[in-house]
């Protein structure tokens, strides 16, 4: 039992008041993130516009080609699911943003895949490098996702080797697109365990966002940062939302193309000759018929 329950007991007792523990309400935990605590390698910013209830983010893992590299290695069966793990556990944190996986690149929000990162530091067995990058258009709303393909990876880079490297690389990539950057590792601080800080993943011990993490994010979007809201079912409610509204808009964009009006296109045009007499007319049309008195050359 926590601290704060048993003195509320204490005191309803000095008071003659006997109560079940179930009755007792514990204050709330709502802090207030100060970003820079974190020593972020710049100010944090909420990325994507929210004109809507809940902003659908739509993702797609089946792109050939994210600028300036081609997709060099498709995801596995088993990576496309701890893909979905990871955008899960950004869209049950927050209520005002939801993703939706759909199948179509060109017409998604943000695509993600593994390219060889020619923009990128390529690691070696003694020096650091770059895991995956990420790109943000504010104008177009739309972002991407780079990571590194496995043929360029070290042996000592394990990360995307297990379900939870895997996740918490992509979280980590994910929540610099949706605008918290990473930690400069510099000035961060040692004890501060958290998703933004690439060297703290093995640390993390977790594939759930925790709730420091999830406060910094959903602060960031002008949400609440109260320790109610990450319960495992306030998370597990505020998914199930997420995949009502990702499925609304899907039915809304397929009733939206077919209800267009096509252009009928028109059939070929074909041409007779007409005499009367010594008169001579063309006539062109879809089924052309020679006027009255004229008769077909």
Not at 43 to 63: C, D, F, G, M, Q
């Amino acid at each position: 039992m926590k601290l704060s329950r048993l003195v509320a007991f204490a005191l309803l007792g000095l008071l003659g008041i006997v109560v079940a523990p179930s009755q007792v309400v514990v204050a709330d935990n709502c802090p207030v993130i100060n970003y820079s605590s974190f020593g972020f390698e710049k100010t944090p910013a909420a990325n994507w516009k929210n004109s809507e209830p809940v902003r659908v983010i739509t993702w797609s893992s089946n792109e050939t080609f994210i600028y300036p590299d081609p997709v060099s290695t498709q995801f596995s069966s088993t990576e496309q699911a701890w893909l979905q793990e990871a955008f899960d556990s950004y869209g049950e944190i927050l209520d005002s943003v939801a993703f939706q996986k759909i199948t179509t690149p060109s017409t998604a929000n943000i695509v993600i895949g593994y390219t060889l990162l020619s923009k990128g530091v390529i690691p070696t067995e003694t020096t650091g490098g770059t895991f995956g990058l990420w790109m943000f258009n504010p104008g177009l709303q739309t972002g991407a996702i780079q990571l590194l393909d496995a043929k360029l990876r070290p042996k000592n880079l394990t990360l995307f080797d297990t379900h939870d490297t895997f996740i918490h690389a992509v979280q980590n990539e994910l929540g610099n697109l949706l605008g918290v950057p990473d930690v400069d590792r510099k000035v961060a601080q040692k004890a501060l365990v958290t998703i933004y800080d690439t060297g703290k993943f093995n640390a993390y011990g977790q594939v759930k966002i925790n709730d420091y993490d999830a406060a910094t994010m959903r602060q960031l979007y002008g949400e609440s940062t109260c320790s109610s809201l990450y319960t495992v079912e306030a998370r597990a409610a505020n998914l199930a939302a997420d995949k009502i509204a990702g499925e609304k808009l899907l039915t809304a964009r397929a009733t939206s193309t077919t209800s267009t009006t096509v252009a009928v296109v028109p059939g070929k045009k074909t041409s007779v000759t007409c005499v009367k007499g010594k008169t001579v007319k063309k006539v062109t049309a879809l089924k052309p018929v020679c006027p009255a008195g004229y008769k077909k050359k």
